[in-house]
């Protein structure tokens, strides 16, 4: 079965539990929408998501096979995008991208979904830069740009070597309303090629027929703390 | 493979970013060498009969201080994460690293120390051994600490585990490695130290690369 | 540009009405200088032809000071007064200081050799030496540490005045460690009263080297400047082409 | 004569015009939103406001005296909040902010504004705490926190010492809808005092009546890069 | 003054909470001083007459290895910045740093020394004057070595630039240091060299302090 999806996920951090029994199935071409307030747990499961930290109970599946039976294979089929940048301050920006660029490269899918480019890696990163408005800037050293700037880099990331799987921890972070647009128009491009989207984000990226899930709902009863934050509109992106 | 030497490239281009990183290393070296005839005094006999351990100290400590930037960097600014969920194996990934480091930091130190045996007046016939013994040693050193520096990502208790672990690792580095050179300039073959060297060499590189894997993925949880 | 670019016109304008009438006298001096340290003074009647070595060793010797104390005053100017260009003469004059020490050094082995026997002792001037060649080292390697330039100057500049200050103390501890220490046996470097058929071309090399040293400067810290305008260009090219694709 | 103000301010990054011949003025209960898509320089003029940069040309005046005259005067009037959390992942996050509470209670301005709540420090950071809901994680290691309680914390530190003049280089960065109403309600009672603020943005903070500053429209004619952004309604904050 | 102890406070307490900053320095001091009756031979009467200068080096070589994260931290996560506009003299805030590394670096190093001193068989005589004249040397080289830390920060491969810029500055305190131990081993007063000490002290406490903080300003620019 195509796809990405996880069962009865539970995420434990320094001995308190953070959510439970949570589950989610994203297909091809769909999107997900991580919602809830501050400290509810979003980062923490799209790093479950992505692999980087093991669930405490549940398990995540990828296109019918356990993640844990291959990660590595999986690995390969996704990009994540997490709070920090990972950019390096010494490289130019091109470096930048390049070394991540190769670094999943290893065993790229590159046939695996349909907004894939073309086999030239170079002219593969020229066009991310392009996209996300950083070309003319390429060969600055990346201690150079600015917050958004930095964001934008890490943004082309994901551009500059296809995969279905795309993980972002909220994308749009120090990003003005036009990389916003380019943001959500490379989502869009993404989806209609059949890649799959889970975001987290505190601020709507208008993606309208995102199915959501309020991480609030899936905290332990115990923790008072976010418990009436469930219900509120201003979270966004509830369908 | 590719994201291995893409790896590999990436460090030894930060660090080569200018010649002068590298230099610096080697000049590092000689500086720190020449510290110790204005602590003992400049007597040549006396030198010359502590230039192996100022030779071997100070390479290991010229290592030492390149290791604290090792995986820091990457663990701050986020690389470290995608370095985990790489489609490679992780001990593939460390050990590129390792080999950056290396390329960086051990290739020059081997470089430099002839210029720092003539200057603390070492025995000639003894250069060849010690540029042997310092190339198994800066390998075996550069394995060790970086597990080490890896061990020291995030967890607090991990800082006296490392010195618990790893300095012990280096010592015998550091002994048989002064103790080859100092065969040869007592007139014995250093084949024995050497051979244990080239030991120790081998079982670090299946243990530490394994090792720094495991580290890693847990610093980055 | 702005007020950085301002004045470098003046220097340049200054310095390429100097940098003639310099290389010329560095020329005829060393040119001068080399034709009595070779032809026309007499070799030693201890050292032999060794000697001759002096005429390089002895000036580059005073050279390597001079430099430094140079690079300390324009460093100095440049924090207090914020001159660029000062900054940009300390800069330039590192490196030339620092082959003038390493000459000094290397000349010093060379003759060393022959005279006590090795290329190398703990003496209080040589190390002193030494250690004058690290702090150069330090200081260039301060200086291009950073992407920034502006930053690296002015990093450099302060090392350059503490530096100045201990350098008299540094050779002063060395003086005092090689005195306690040091066994007697040691030639001691120095000569009787020098004759004037070797005090001649010694000091005609002696201002030779004063001039190319002026020379050298001129010329690096020229081509820092263009350096840093050509810089200045691209960079604001490279943004104005950002405003043509668009964010 | 009371207030903040700049004239004919310049800023020159790696020996670029990032703007030029800037005017500012904030009269105490006034606040000045700086806007403009990435990299126009809003970094960079509320670093030049805070001190840390110098300004290439022009001069900044506190209170009638220029602030290159006593910088220190002028330290203890002011709070900064860049893009950088200052937050030590090692101590608690109690120890953070009572750590920044020392550090800028050397010279405090005690009674310079009304929103001076009281001489006890202590009470003051578990105040502070408790306004960006971070009380019941008092005694955790910083390291526990996520981004957005990560931010709250370092929201509070504004809170816990008081000073007329708050530079906040966007705020409302990985903050979720309810701590962005606190922050709102926070920034609406400091200039009731009688408080002064700037702000850079580039999603809506909802202050009405503040005066903006399109940093897009101070770049140097070379640099038409942002010329066109200047008159979007997504910017926000215009008044 | 308030800041200047809150800084003391939560730089000694950092330390304290991840012990392996302090504990590498320890270990390394004591290994590096341990390799050389290795690489020396255990001759008693040799050992004694190296051991004041290996103390003094290889302290001083393990002091480097802290410098590096002296003032990094703060720079890599903004807090220098906000120390840059705190309320009170920035050279005041540098002191605060300086003393809270002597608190952690310095205090140690001094508190092992003795131990070194017996492996390497030091005079029994001489171990009050060695305390004195490293509790004098150890804060100059915190002053002189935070000087550089702040100059380098920022650079590529700051660990190494470092102790560029730092080592040929502190030569006169190994000097005098090791003089001092000398002297009293020889049956002579140590006084002048502790004079001299107490006088490096003295213009280092002027001159550091502003230096850092003119670096620092640069720094956070
Ligand atoms: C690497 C080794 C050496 C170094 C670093 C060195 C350094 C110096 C320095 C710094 C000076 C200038 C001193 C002053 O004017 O204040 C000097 C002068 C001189 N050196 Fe050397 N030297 C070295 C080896 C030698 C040797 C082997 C000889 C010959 C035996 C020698 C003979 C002289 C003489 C004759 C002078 C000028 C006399 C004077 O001004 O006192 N040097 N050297
Ligand atoms: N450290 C630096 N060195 C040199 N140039 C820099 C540096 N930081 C930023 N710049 C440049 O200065 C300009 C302004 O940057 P600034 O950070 O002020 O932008 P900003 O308006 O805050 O953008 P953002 O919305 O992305 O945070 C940018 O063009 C950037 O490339
Ligand atoms: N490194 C960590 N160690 C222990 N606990 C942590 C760690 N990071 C986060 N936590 C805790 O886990 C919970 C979930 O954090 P997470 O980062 O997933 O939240 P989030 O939903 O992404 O919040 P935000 O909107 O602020 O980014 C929080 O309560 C936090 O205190
Ligand atoms: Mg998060
Ligand atoms: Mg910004």
Not at chain 2, 86 to 104: D, E, G, R
Not at chain 2, 129 to 147: C, F, K, R
Not at chain 3, 106 to 122: E, R
């Amino acid at each position: 079965m195509d796809g990405f999806e996880g069962t009865g996920l539970a995420c434990i951090r320094s001995d308190r539990i953070v959510f439970a029994g949570l589950d989610f199935a994203v297909s091809p071409g769909g999107a997900l929408i991580l919602s809830g307030p501050n400290g509810s747990g979003k980062s923490s499961l799209l790093r479950l998501m992505a692999g980087i930290a093991s669930p405490a109970a549940g398990e995540i599946v990828w296109n019918g096979m356990p993640v844990s039976k291959d990660p590595e294979r999986f690995f390969a089929q996704m990009h994540y995008v997490g709070h920090r940048d990972a950019v390096k301050a010494a490289l130019t920006v091109r470096e930048n991208l390049a070394f991540h660029a190769a670094l999943r490269g290893g065993r790229a899918g590159r046939t695996e979904t349909k907004s894939n480019i073309g086999t030239d890696i170079n002219g593969d990163i020229d066009r991310a830069l392009d996209n996300v408005g950083l070309a003319p800037l390429a060969d600055l050293p990346a201690r150079m740009l600015s917050a958004g700037q930095t964001r934008r880099l890490t943004l082309a990331r994901i551009l500059a070597t296809p995969a279905p799987l795309w993980l972002l921890d909220e994308p749009t972070i120090a990003l003005d309303y036009r990389a916003v647009d380019r943001l959500r128009a490379a989502i869009a491009a993404h989806r209609a090629g059949g890649g799959m989207i889970v975001a987290s984000t505190n601020v709507p990226l208008g993606i309208d027929d995102a199915a959501t899930i309020d991480l609030a709902a899936h905290a332990p009863e115990v923790d008072v703390v976010w418990g009436d934050d469930s219900d509120d509109p201003d979270t966004g992106n509830s369908p | 493979m590719n994201g291995f030497f893409a790896l590999v490239g990436r460090d030894t281009r930060i660090a080569l970013r200018q010649l002068s990183d590298t230099m610096m290393v080697i000049v590092f070296f000689v500086i720190a060498a020449a510290l110790f005839p204005f602590g003992v005094g400049p007597e040549p006999n006396l030198l010359a009969r502590m230039a192996p351990g100022i030779l071997w100290v100070t390479a290991l400590l010229a290592a030492m201080l390149s290791f604290d930037r090792l995986f820091q960097n990457d663990y701050d600014d986020g690389t470290l994460e995608l370095l985990v969920i790489a489609p490679q194996p992780l001990w593939m990934t460390a050990l590129a690293k390792i080999v950056a480091h290396w390329l960086t930091t051990g290739l020059p130190l081997l470089v430099a120390s002839p210029v720092i045996g003539i200057m603390l007046i070492l025995e000639p016939s003894s250069y060849g051994v010690l540029m042997l013994a310092m190339a198994l040693g800066t390998a075996i050193i550069s394995l060790v600490g970086a597990l080490g520096a890896a061990l020291s990502l995030g967890s607090r208790r991990s800082g006296v585990l490392l010195s618990l672990l790893v300095l012990p690792l280096v010592i015998p580095v550091l002994i048989f490695g002064a103790g080859a050179v100092d065969a040869v300039i007592g007139g014995f073959a250093a084949t024995q130290q050497l051979l244990i060297l080239g030991g120790l060499l081998m079982a670090c590189l299946v243990v530490c690369p394994w090792g720094c894997a495991v580290a890693l993925r847990l610093a980055a949880e | 540009m702005l007020h950085r670019f301002a004045n470098p016109t003046r220097f340049l304008r200054l310095a390429n009405a100097v940098l003639p009438w310099a290389t010329s006298l560095t020329v005829i001096l060393i040119g001068a200088g080399l034709y009595f340290a070779f032809g026309a003074s007499p070799a030693d009647y201890q050292q032999g032809e060794t000697v001759r070595i002096m005429y390089v060793h002895v000036p580059s010797a005073w050279m390597a000071m001079f430099a430094y104390a140079f690079i300390a005053v324009a460093s100095a100017v440049g924090l207090i007064w914020k001159h660029p260009v000062a900054h940009v003469c300390a800069l330039a004059a590192a490196p030339i200081g620092a082959c003038f020490t390493v000459i000094c050094l290397t000349t010093g082995s060379l003759w060393g050799k022959p005279m006590w026997g090795t290329w190398w002792v703990w003496d209080a001037r040589l190390t002193s030496v030494l250690v004058l060649f690290f702090l150069y080292l330090g200081f260039i390697a301060l200086a291009n540490a950073f992407d920034d330039a502006a930053r690296g100057e002015k990093a450099s500049a302060i090392l350059a005045l503490v530096g100045a200050v201990n350098l008299p103390i540094i050779k002063f501890s060395v003086d005092w460690w090689n005195t306690l220490h040091q066994p007697a046996s040691v030639t001691k470097i120095g000569m009787p009263a020098v004759h004037s058929s070797m005090l001649i071309p010694l000091l005609l090399m002696a201002v030779g080297f004063t001039m190319l040293f002026v020379v050298l400067v001129i010329v690096r810290a020229r081509a820092e400047l263009a350096d840093r305008r050509i810089n200045a260009l691209r960079s604001a090219r490279i943004h104005a082409e950002t405003a043509q694709s668009g964010a």
